[in-house]
């Protein structure tokens, strides 16, 4: 079974960085869209950034991080990344990796890493 392995979560004071992993196997993650998720509490889910697959990649971001946060993938390593920066109290939630397989049909969550940004 597929499985999401994330990291990178953790506590930053306003205006830091952050950069979020997931790593996914091999066959899977190649012919996956991977994106990134968010959950504060009391909210609903939302897409914070995805990025297609294939050779020539398309990005998408939500309007309120846009500019601020960057996803990439390296396809060496299985492995998508969030780099988050300029981050704001209200980046604050539990951020969730996603693998939508364009094969298989898969749709894959990881376990969700906590992100808090907190003076």
């Known amino acids: 079974q597929v499985q999401l392995v994330e990291s990178g979560g953790g506590l930053v004071q306003p205006g830091g960085s952050l950069r979020l992993s997931c790593a996914a196997s091999?066959?899977?993650?190649?012919?996956?869209?991977m994106g990134w998720y968010r959950q504060a509490p009391g909210k609903k889910r939302e897409l914070v950034a995805s990025i297609t697959s294939g050779d020539n990649t398309t990005t998408g971001y939500a309007y309120s991080v846009k500019g601020r946060f960057t996803i990439s993938r390296d396809n060496a390593k299985n492995t998508v990344y969030l780099q988050m920066n300029s981050l704001k109290p209200e980046d604050t939630a539990v951020y969730y990796c996603?693998?939508?397989?364009?094969?298989?049909?898969?749709?894959?969550w990881g376990q969700g890493t906590q992100v808090t940004v907190s003076s």
């Open positions: 996603n693998a939508k397989n364009g094969v298989t049909r898969d749709d894959v």
């Open positions: 091999g066959s899977f993650f190649r012919f996956s869209t």
